[in-house]
């Protein structure tokens, strides 16, 4: 019979303990900061560590219902290295982000449009922009908007680059980067990317409830 831990408990609920705490506080925080930026969010959003907004005028950042954004190490154990980061970079710029989204030391930032839709995972230090930067240099070419549907599941260090379509229900693999469409309903992985299998019907239809 196997010895009750204590010690693993007591240290268990006082660490759940904690993040109530933090959850509350970074909250009020970040509430306060999206709406001096005039950035639109819905209800029940949960923080955890301050995020980054950087909005140009006349752009727009919109956040979707029960979103969730994990800005510091405790709230992702498999390392969060940097804050949640959301940038429009000209004034016809958009960021649109679905419901029950989750992030996690993810950036996003856009030249012209990135729209995510709901249910989305963006793992640890995932990174998604619709620019190559540098736009003073001519190799750089033009800003191409990047929509991501429902359900899409986006792996740690992921890289999303500009002009991707991404389908719904689609996994994309730890460290891989995306410079083509993903079809609906496939795992993707490498870099370049490749799929790697489709998803089972009783995956999809679950997904899909």
Not at 73 to 91: A, E, V
Not at 107 to 118: D, H, K, R
Request: with cysteine.
């Amino acid at each position: 019979m196997k010895e009750i831990d204590i010690n693993g408990y007591i240290i268990k609920y006082i660490n759940q303990f904690n993040l109530i705490l933090q959850k509350l506080f970074y909250y009020v925080f970040n509430i306060i900061g999206l709406f001096f930026k005039k950035v639109s969010y819905g209800k029940r959003c949960i923080f955890l560590g301050t995020i980054l907004i950087k909005r140009s005028p006349r752009s727009i950042i919109k956040i979707g219902d029960y979103c969730d954004f994990r800005s510091r190490q405790p709230g992702n154990l498999i390392g969060i290295n940097r804050r949640c980061s959301f940038s429009t970079m000209s004034s016809n710029s958009s960021i649109i982000i679905g419901n029950n989204c989750g992030f996690s030391g993810t950036v996003i930032a856009a030249f012209s449009e990135i729209e995510l839709g709901n249910n989305i995972k963006c793992g640890a230090n995932s990174l998604i922009t619709d620019s190559n930067w540098h736009l003073d240099d001519p190799r750089s070419g033009s800003s191409k908007p990047i929509k991501i549907y429902d359900n899409v599941w986006i792996g740690v260090n992921a890289i999303i680059l500009k002009g991707v379509t991404i389908g719904k229900n689609s996994v994309i693999g730890a460290n891989s980067v995306i410079t083509k469409d993903i079809p609906p309903n496939v795992v993707v992985a490498g870099n370049p990317s490749v799929i790697v299998r489709n998803l089972s019907n009783k995956e999809i239809s679950s997904l899909e409830k």
